[in-house]
């Protein structure tokens, strides 16, 4: 299965101005997203799973893959694409034993023996950061620059870029990564699909980010 990384978008529901999470999810793959990852950190399980419901609607009639955050049971229920799990989360082993082989697995990473663990136990791609500060996650962890290209060049998997990643920011990025992950710069703004598109106009310009 061919997954393209190049414009991923994570969601927030607190950062959305004027429309329903299904409803910015639309604008933004309209506006070039080709991901989307749904992220409800303290929603009750029921809440959680009718939102990856409604998400995933949007996400089928455009034929983008639907990621859950954290939550192999709500993936699973929901039928989406995979799911991305961090340091604390369920171990990316257990995981890939939950979802399978067919669906998509992916891991938060900030080093590179972390990296070369997620590798060894089943992950399709990772996620690194946070790469510059974020006011979406503040206290997240810095990995900056360097460590990215350290990882980008001891694994064979896609690397996303995730943290402070605006369109001032992309052409600091270095070469090789699959693509960046994206949440206030996109979601945050009065027009979404005019911000994706810009993003995704930057990716363009930066070049030799797709994929490796």
Known sequence: MQIDYTLYLVTNRDVIRDATLPDAVERAIRGG?????????????????RRALEVKRVTDRYGVPLIVN??????????????????????????????????????????????????????????VGAIFPSSTKPDAKAVGLQTLQSICGAVRL??????????????????????????????????????????RLCLERAGGRRGR
């Open 33 to 49: 997203c080709t991901m989307v990852q749904i992220r409800e950190q303290d929603a009750p399980s029921t809440d959680f799973l």
């Open 70 to 127: 954290n939550r192999a049971d709500i993936a699973l229920a929901s039928d989406a694409a995979g799911v991305h799990v961090g340091q604390s989360d369920l171990p990316a082993a257990a995981a890939r034993r939950l979802m399978g082989s067919k669906r998509i697995l992916g891991v938060s990473v900030t080093t590179v023996e972390e990296a070369v663990r997620a590798e060894a136990d089943g992950a399709d791609y990772l996620g």
């Open 158 to 199: 896609p690397v996303v870029a995730i943290g402070g990643i605006r369109e001032d920011t992309v052409p600091l990025l270095p070469a090789g990564l699959a693509g960046v992950a994206v949440v206030s710069a996109i979601l945050a703004q009065a027009d979404v699909r005019a911000a994706a598109e810009r993003m």
